[in-house]
């Protein structure tokens, strides 16, 4: 069975159809993010608004869903950004990719806006809109229940919304099957002002496979050997088990990117810490051998909390950005952010920068209803994430983004602030890692650790031997930091349309073992150059979508902070400089103009 079809949803007349998708399209973008960026070109043209009718939301598999591949649960989500105002993208894992890879379909394209509240059930055989008015209200986690209770499927896969999406939050996010999330960029959002509350899904198709055999020889190999990998880290652990090494070497988020060090707040809200206080326990999506992901079940205040644990980010952002050294307060904190369904990253960077705008007298307490926002109050923390989601008191200031926030504040705000084109950044510091100056900058959603994951990279955590990348650079120099982003965004936009976890390559699996699946189970011979050209297009496309938007140069740009140095710690005194000749250096490089637009021949060269 080939999943080369697509289902269009339109929720103004209630039309479901399936289409046909074009074998040229799958070989030249795969599927996943890269197939909807495609898709999102060709049919939202840039005067749309991110609230409007006629902007879509395209959920995508690729050629990995429905196949027991290492961390092959993913699936992309694609639209333009309430935040951004252009190409969005993010991802999620549980379950749901698998199930919809199952159903016979590569991408469900939502266009259109419902009368009423709605949620869309796919079969195997059938798919149909939903009455959702009774969901509406409810948080993201209560409206899984509520569908599989509907369908007495507690097995249904369910991807939906929170409050924050219902209001529009331009931070909303959307939950998979209550524990893994697509987070950035605001895409919650847009299903809300479509009315839509959540789509289920359940897939039961076999899958086809050019070699069966040679497939589950080599995919066993693999899980084994990355259940080796993980099994002393990040599977008791997850991604808890990263604060602690990354505030040594100055990459942790500290006091809304104002400090450097903070070992004893990390040590707190880190694993194994993290691990012991919150009862945290494996919660693999499916078929991972890692399972960053973790169950917790933990007291605070009286309540019992029992649900998705926190992340790296969620701490990073709620934590030590915050400096709440509590990390049942932060784990709270995350667990709203959850059922709220906004992502942590931007909301623990949207209390920070209150709390930094109110020590420099920016905002009073009076602004703040009679409160202070003191470092470190977890009390605040709690109270801020639920305004936030709620667009309620000072935290609807922030419903638009951090920029326009600032803006409303004043000038002297607009200097805190820490965003590019409007999102925030995620808890690594382009000040440890230099070619993070040059992603964040570039990335086509704005600042992203994740489509273009050039630390791991430039810190050796993932070497890439296939592309020339065999050696760890020197950390404190702008030297090869240009082509370390651009290869590393190239391979970000290749996992995304796959679509395949990154850690299950930071824990060893491969470029050339990627290939090989993908060939095993389609029939392919793709080379991993092959595949790295595939992401090389897509990044362009996306790109192509920026410039299309009035993305140029001039938005290509870091915030202050990042060119103030540490005056102590590992990064003492260093800033990521030159970035502009670096930037110019990334330019070339991807074959684009001297503002960022790529040339004619470079389109030319990969057929947009």
């Known amino acids: 069975m080939e999943n080369n079809f697509l289902l269009r949803v339109n929720l103004t007349t209630g039309s479901v159809e399936k289409e046909s998708i ?4 799958i070989k030249n973008f795969l599927g996943g993010s890269g197939l909807a960026s495609k898709y999102l070109y060709d049919e939202v043209p840039p005067a749309v608004e991110p609230y409007s009718p006629e902007n879509k939301v395209i959920f995508a598999v690729g050629p990995f869903q429905g196949y027991p591949v290492p961390g092959g649960a993913k ?27 199952k159903t016979g379909y590569q991408l469900l394209i939502i266009e259109g806006k419902a009368e009423k509240p709605v949620y869309l059930y796919i079969g195997d055989e059938k798919a149909s809109l939903e009455d959702g008015s009774n969901l509406w209200g409810k948080d993201a986690l209560k409206t899984a229940d509520k569908i599989r209770d ?8 369910v991807a939906s919304i929170g409050p924050a999406g219902e209001k529009g939050v331009g931070i909303a996010c959307i939950v998979a099957d209550k524990h893994s999330f697509a987070g950035r960029c605001g895409i919650g959002a847009v299903l809300g002002s479509k009315n839509l509350k959540a789509i289920a899904v359940k897939g039961n198709r076999e899958m086809e496979y050019h070699d069966e055999e040679g497939f589950k020889k080599l995919n066993k ?18 991604t808890a088990l990263d604060l602690m090494g990354c505030e040594q070497v100055g990459d942790l988020p500290i006091k809304y990117w104002t400090e450097a060090e903070w070992p004893e707040g990390a040590e707190k809200i880190g694993a194994p810490n993290f691990t012991k206080e919150v009862n945290a326990k494996p919660w693999p999506c499916k078929f991972c051998p890692v399972g960053c992901h973790h169950h917790v079940d ?32 932060v784990s709270k904190a995350n667990e709203l952010c959850n059922r709220l369904g906004i992502d942590t990253i931007s909301a623990g960077s949207f209390v920070g920068f209150t709390m930094e705008a109110f020590e420099k007298g920016l905002i009073s307490e009076t602004d703040l209803g009679g409160r202070a926002a003191n470092w470190g109050d977890g009390k605040f923390l709690l109270e801020m994430v639920m305004e936030i989601g709620n667009k309620e008191g000072f ?29 925030d950044f995620p808890a690594h510091d382009p000040r440890s890692y230099f070619s993070l100056a040059i992603n964040y900058a570039t990335g086509t959603r704005g600042a992203c650790h994740l489509r273009g994951y050039s630390h791991v990279g430039e810190g050796g955590a993932m070497l890439l031997p296939e592309m020339g990348h065999d050696q760890v650079p020197e950390r404190f120099s702008m030297e090869k930091k240009a082509w370390i982003a651009k290869t590393y965004q190239d391979l970000a936009a290749l996992h995304d349309s796959l679509v395949i ?47 299309k938007d009035g993305i140029s140069k001039k938005d290509d740009v870091l915030p202050k902070k990042m060119f103030q140095p540490s005056r102590s710690g590992f990064r003492k005194n260093q800033v ?32 947009l």
Request: hydrophobic share 40%; net charge negative.
């Open 298 to 329: 933990f007291e605070y205040e009286g309540e019992r909390i029992i649900g998705a644990g926190a992340e790296y980010e969620s701490l990073g952002m709620l934590g030590s950005n915050c400096l709440v050294d509590d990390v049942k307060a």
């Open 22 to 25: 074009p074998k040229e399209l």
């Open 150 to 157: 509907n369908h007495s499927d507690k097995n249904l896969s």
């Open 501 to 547: 976890c990154i850690f299950i390559p930071i824990h060893g699996m491969n470029l050339t073992e990627v290939a090989k699946i993908l060939n095993l189970i389609k029939g392919t011979d793709y080379s991993p150059k092959d595949l790295m050209e595939i992401g090389e297009r897509i990044v362009n496309l996306q790109r192509q979508i920026n410039i």
């Open 75 to 101: 699936w992309s989500v694609v639209s333009k950004s309430p935040l951004t105002k252009t190409f969005a993208v993010t991802t999620a894992g549980a379950e749901w990719g698998v199930h919809f890879g």
């Open 221 to 238: 190999e693999l899980f084994l050997m990355l259940s080796d990998s993980a099994k002393e880290g990040y599977r008791p652990h997850g």
């Open 395 to 423: 935290g609807a200031r922030f419903s638009r983004g951090i920029k326009p926030a600032a803006e409303e504040i004043g000038k002297e705000a607009l200097d805190l602030i820490v965003e590019v084109k409007n999102l």
């Open 576 to 607: 990521p400089e030159p970035f502009n000749e670096t930037l110019e250096e990334y330019y070339k490089l991807r074959g684009w103009d001297s503002e960022g637009v790529p040339l004619p021949e470079t389109l030319a060269k990969w057929g």
